[in-house]
């Protein structure tokens, strides 16, 4: 399997980004992943922020995590609306869920809140 890595400018880095993104952005949850949102028209390509708690488990857990989250993003890239900042908190059951049910998830969430197209 070839690890592609999304680049590094579509990430949302900086705490005063995430910030603006939490109080001026909807969310929307399911039971493994909250997904914060917020419209950027003079975007041409969305952003993405990830956040893996602590309380999920060790460095090598979260990292992973964050790992298929990336890969699920850019495996999805031509279909995500390019005008979005979008941010990640994973929930507690990631921890025990492979990438495709990751994946499954994360497209649930972007699908519910029309962020994703259906090609």
């Known amino acids: 399997m070839k690890v592609i890595v999304l ?3 579509y990430r ?3 705490n005063t980004e995430f910030q603006h993104v939490f109080k001026n952005g909807k969310s929307f949850a399911n039971r493994q992943l ?3 949102y ?5 975007q041409q390509h969305f952003r993405i922020g990830l956040s893996v708690g602590k309380k999920i488990g060790n460095a090598v857990i979260r990292n992973r995590i964050k790992r298929y989250l990336r890969q699920a993003f850019q ?3 031509g279909k995500i609306k390019p005008s979005s900042d979008i941010i990640i908190i994973a929930r507690n059951p990631t921890k025990q869920m492979n990438f495709h049910q990751v ?3 994360l497209i649930h969430l972007l699908s ?3 962020l994703i197209t259906k090609k």
Request: no cysteine; proline share 4%; charged share 60%.
């Open 103 to 105: 994946k499954k998830s």
């Open 34 to 36: 909250v997904l914060y």
């Open 38 to 42: 917020i419209e950027r028209p003079d």
């Open 112 to 114: 519910k809140k029309q």
């Open 12 to 14: 949302i880095k900086d």
């Open 7 to 9: 680049k590094k400018r």
């Open 75 to 77: 495996e999805l890239e």
